[in-house]
């Protein structure tokens, strides 16, 4: 990146000013955050090979345990070295999205899971997810996407997602903030489960699966065409790892995840993503002052982490949008 940095660019007002609306929006009035995550991506290319076990165990004994032993102290550090992170969830994964990429464009992301056997074999129904995400905690925390009535294991939740501070020009580089910084991202989210092979096709299928959905897109795209055919992306198999809860102060836990994409089934020993995040439930919406202190400062930490690369796409960014 050169010399750039978020000063040169915006100047440090900007950056102070991008700290405070995230502190400031987790105190809302009227507005429950059910959960933080806190996200950062990973160079992928660090877990390639045939026992990506090994790669974790080593960033988690070199980089993530001295910067949470920084951030947090030495009891939760210790509680990390102690149990590591172990396999926790195998999925496949995909998104689905019109030819134009309405739903993205829109802030929507449409996403199928289905629980994998260490053979590869379904485990599971598919579980599919609607989730609007803004910058503008208000206006998520207004699209209801309710499901349909009668619908099986559902789900709904508002989180906030933080992540590190970074400009994407339209050719896809990213400029991250120097010194780091970080910006939130508000969601709602409605996941049930549905029957196997029976994914939406059309808007008019998760219209169906959310009976909310048309009068949402109508808000937010100013018209609606329900008859718009959906277009699945690729097919993900997602490895996450999972820490046991973690205490950060006596009434929050955390818990640190490492997922790990590869692009379909053949390609195992050369992963497509990484992405160490972890989160906590907020107390009916609040969040104490020093674990949101302390939260920050990890992020910022392992922003500088040597396998850390703040500026490679999201998951959905990757994944999001097949057009």
Known sequence: MGDWS??????PAMVALAALIQTAA??????????????????????????????VSRFVRDQLEPALRRS????AADELAEKGLEVDERRRVRFWDTDTCLLTETGFALRERVD?????RPASEPE??????????????????EARGGAKDVESKLEEDVGALAVRAASGDAIVAVP?????????????TIDRDAAPRALMAVDDLYPKFDNDLRLLAGASDLSAALTPGLDYHELVYESAMIDL????????????????AANRDRPALAEISFSYDTDNGEVSAEVAKRSREMLLLMQDLDWANPALPTKTALA????
């Open 6 to 11: 978020m000063r040169s660019i915006f100047g």
């Open 26 to 55: 987790v105190a809302a009035k009227g507005i429950e955050i059910d959960s933080r995550e806190y996200k950062l991506m990973l160079e992928p290319e660090h877990f390639s090979g045939a026992a990506p076990e090994d790669a």
């Open 72 to 75: 947090f102290g030495d009891e």
């Open 116 to 120: 994998l056997e260490e053979d590869g």
């Open 128 to 145: 599919i997810t609607l989730k609007f995400r803004s910058a503008d905690l208000f206006l998520a925390a207004n699209t209801e996407l």
């Open 180 to 192: 780091r910084s970080s910006r939130s991202q508000f969601s709602r989210s409605t996941t049930q």
């Open 249 to 264: 102060e006596e009434d929050t836990k955390t818990r640190f995840a490492l997922t790990i994409w590869y692009e379909g």
């Open 320 to 323: 999001g949008c097949p057009g």
